[in-house]
């Protein structure tokens, strides 16, 4: 039978010689031969499928001593694979929640270094509007993400062509919140929808007439890592500007969520309701 001798046999398993010693020192995975001439070790290919097994136990975040037992128990193949899935859908969200970080940071120094320019605010009357949508608490972002996501996907396949106007979020609560969000989802409606549209996990969006709003402070974004950010930041300055004041929900309407090649390609109006402060602070 042909063996290979520690190097060789890295260069196969893709790991380190070190590696190889270690494991070999602490007797969890041995060479198939030693020389007793030489003291040269000697592996099989035939070893691979258990050092695979090994690599992947430790890949899950398993101490040594965890794997030994696992090994000596006889893990098999299905049940390393399950391990390995549930690891690796962990590590599928923590790389979500890393990148939404990662646009949050790029979005705040985009705003400081904004945060001088010319205010593009247009002050309008929102009138009475058919909204198709559902009631939420959103428990985290990633879970509005995935209903946004089914909505998106699933209510255009119900409901005939020119009904739907742009996504709809409305965002209810006196402070911002990462977690408990009372929101609504939707679509607004071009023309009116008679019954509710029911999806396949029985997600139920009815249709409501949303009231109409008469002075709506707006502010129009395209691309960037996080719009909402920056537009949030030229509607405040506008109302600090004009001794104005936040006066209900505020919503995020959505003509674009960028989900092709370009994952900054979002378009997205904020719009919050605002009323005149009637006791604007005095300068100082």
Not at 17 to 37: M, N, S, T, W
Not at 46 to 53: C, D, I
Not at 150 to 158: A, D, F, G, K, S
Not at 243 to 264: K, Q, S, T, W
Request: net charge negative; with cysteine.
């Amino acid at each position: 039978m042909i063996m290979f001798r520690v190097g060789a046999f890295s260069k196969i398993a893709r790991v380190s010689k070190r590696l190889l010693h270690h494991y070999d020192h602490i007797g969890l995975f041995q060479p198939c031969h030693v020389a007793e001439d030489t003291g040269y070790r000697f592996y099989s290919v035939n070893q691979l499928p258990e050092l695979n097994r090994i690599l992947a136990l430790r890949d899950l975040g398993l101490s040594l001593e965890q794997i030994t037992q696992l090994v000596q128990k006889g893990v098999s193949n299905e049940e390393i694979r399950g391990m390995l899935l549930m690891r690796k859908a962990e590590v599928e969200q923590d790389l979500l929640a890393s990148q939404r970080r990662l646009r949050g940071i790029e979005a705040r120094l985009q705003h400081n270094e904004t945060a001088e320019a010319p205010l593009d605010i247009v002050v309008k009357a929102i009138p009475e509007q058919g909204f198709l949508a559902t009631s939420a608490r959103l428990a985290t972002l990633e879970d509005g993400l995935r209903l946004t996501t089914e909505i998106v996907t699933e209510v255009p396949r119900q409901v005939g062509a020119g009904v739907l106007g742009p996504f709809l979020c409305i965002v209810h609560g006196d402070a911002f919140r990462l977690e408990d969000n009372a929101v609504e989802l939707g679509f607004v409606l071009n023309k009116a929808v008679a019954a509710p549209v029911v999806l396949g996990d029985g997600l139920v969006l009815q249709p409501k007439t949303l009231a109409a709003v008469p002075t709506m402070a707006t502010s129009y974004q395209s691309g960037g890592p996080d719009p909402i950010i920056a537009a949030f930041g030229q509607i405040a300055r506008w109302i600090e500007a004009n001794h104005y004041c936040m006066a209900g929900p505020y919503r995020e309407l959505f003509f674009d969520f960028g989900l092709g090649a370009d994952p900054n390609g979002i378009v997205v109006e904020l719009q919050v309701p605002v009323a005149k402060n009637e006791s604007p602070p005095r300068q100082s």
